[in-house]
């Protein structure tokens, strides 16, 4: 059964910290993961996206890791702001979401208290 | 920021009335997609359109129905609306470029629905 699982299911932490975020999926064929970020009451916005011979993807203060041999994840978010408070969704496609579909985490719920 | 936009924002409404969900993008995307959010969990698809005139059914049921007359637009129409259809739904719209490297859905801000 096609899965993505993600940990922790919240996380606080204070600000200036960083901090890591897994996904673990079993998704199969693999044919990208995408982290969004969901701020609450909002649609989810494309963070990074990796194929399947990417290794890392960063997107400023955003570091995205990807092992496709043991189909796991990590976003690791570096000097945390307040502004990072959201839900994390890990999300794996088996064909592109042109062909097709998506598969959806439930999310890391991150807070960062000042 | 994503040019796909919907409304209303917020709607909170009585049982068995008629409700029309709006989505409009303005990226000339041809793929549209419906989701349908709860708190906590995961995003289930509910309906999505390759284009003008085609629409399928998603991988969650859903007694919803959608419309594609135009390309910028896909809105989602429940005929009689129940408590149980209490939810957030998503909109998203994505290329049909084929790549994977390059696939993005864009989503809009949603519609948080609650039905008394």
């Known amino acids: 059964k096609n899965q993505v699982e993600q940990s922790p299911q919240s996380l606080i932490i204070l600000e200036g910290k960083n901090c890591t975020l897994q996904?673990?999926?079993?998704?199969?064929?693999?044919?990208?993961l995408r982290w969004y970020k969901q701020d609450t009451g909002r649609g989810p916005v494309s963070l990074t996206i990796m194929t399947f011979s990417e290794n890392t993807k960063s997107n400023g203060r955003y570091t995205a890791t990807l092992d496709a041999d043991t189909k796991q994840s990590s976003l690791h978010i570096t000097a945390s702001q307040l502004s990072d408070s959201a839900s994390y969704i890990c999300?794996?496609?088996?064909?592109?979401?042109?062909?097709?579909?998506?598969?959806f985490g439930r999310g890391t719920q991150l807070t960062v208290w000042p | 920021e994503a040019d796909i936009y919907q409304t209303p924002r917020y709607l909170v409404i009585g049982t068995g009335k008629k409700i029309t969900l709006e989505c409009s993008q303005t990226?000339?995307?041809?793929?549209m997609y419906w989701y349908q959010q709860d708190p906590g969990m995961e995003l289930h698809l509910i309906h999505y359109?390759?284009?003008?005139?085609?629409?399928e059914k998603g991988d969650l049921s859903s007694e919803s129905t959608v419309s594609r007359i135009r390309t910028e637009h896909f809105p989602l129409t429940l005929e009689s609306a129940r408590p149980s259809h209490t939810s957030q739904y998503l909109c998203?719209?994505?290329?049909?470029?084929?790549?994977?490297?390059?696939?993005?859905?864009?989503f809009g801000p949603g519609t948080r629905l609650t039905v008394l």
């Open positions: 359109s390759y284009g003008v005139n085609s629409t």
């Open positions: 996904c673990n999926y079993t998704v199969s064929p693999f044919s990208n």
């Open positions: 990226m000339g995307h041809d793929k």
């Open positions: 999300v794996v496609s088996d064909r592109g979401s042109t062909l097709g579909r998506l598969y």
């Open positions: 998203a719209s994505s290329s049909l470029s084929g790549l994977p490297s390059t696939d993005t859905q864009y």
